[in-house]
């Protein structure tokens, strides 16, 4: 694809400053969006662990592409459904309440109460903390440590840098790189699906 000095920073096509009517949006939607669907199904089976919200967040993900579109129609439209995607998941999981991980450890000795979740909530929750983990496990050595101790023993940013005798902006740095990777291992696009663009 050549570069094109008529497209914006993100990649969209500028329109007109009125907003798109809805005809050439429901004939790019149909023909570009709609083709996605088995991939975009795959993903959310892949990164979302209660199969019975899958129909829903896809509706949502239409919702918010079909509203952008009426703004301006994307340029790439793989990389914006999953971009959506994947900005829908995460601020659904920001929504939920936080386990500690430290919790997880011994789930199953932890006395119940009344408003424990029930055995499906947990077995997800499990789950959930153990890809974590394992995410956690690909990370480069120094940047696993710095996540362990800023999200898991909750230490600021210049305790770290105190404890490992790291310059704060270079933990600051560790801890980014740290949570974009980790995000990207449980929130990215799945790797086998083939790719509309160049």
């Known amino acids: ?36 669907e088995s991939a975009l199904v795959q993903y959310l089976h892949r990164n979302w662990r209660n199969p019975s919200d899958i129909a829903d967040l896809k509706q949502d993900i239409y919702v918010q592409v079909y509203e952008a579109a009426l703004r301006e129609i994307p340029v790439h439209t793989r990389q914006f459904v999953f971009t959506t995607a994947r900005n829908l998941l995460i601020n659904r999981v920001r929504r939920e309440q936080v386990v500690s991980i430290e919790a997880v450890a011994d789930l199953d000795g932890l006395e119940t109460a009344e408003d424990t979740p029930g055995p499906d909530r947990t077995v997800v929750a499990r789950d959930e903390l153990r890809q974590l983990q394992l995410a956690m496990e690909r ?12 999200q898991i023993e909750g ?15 270079t933990v600051s740095q560790h801890l980014t790189k740290a949570t974009q990777l980790i995000a990207d291992i449980l929130y990215g696009e799945p790797k086998d699906l083939r790719r509309d663009e160049p």
Do not use: C, K, Y
């Open 1 to 36: 694809m050549t570069d094109n000095p008529d497209l914006s920073r993100d990649g969209i096509e500028p329109r007109a400053a009125a907003a798109m009517t809805a005809a050439p949006v429901d004939e790019w939607f149909a023909r570009e969006v709609l083709r996605l």
């Open 139 to 150: 990370l480069p050595d120094r940047q696993r440590e710095v996540f362990r101790m800023a």
């Open 155 to 169: 230490l600021s940013g210049r305790e770290i840098a105190f404890r490992l005798g790291l310059a704060e902006n």
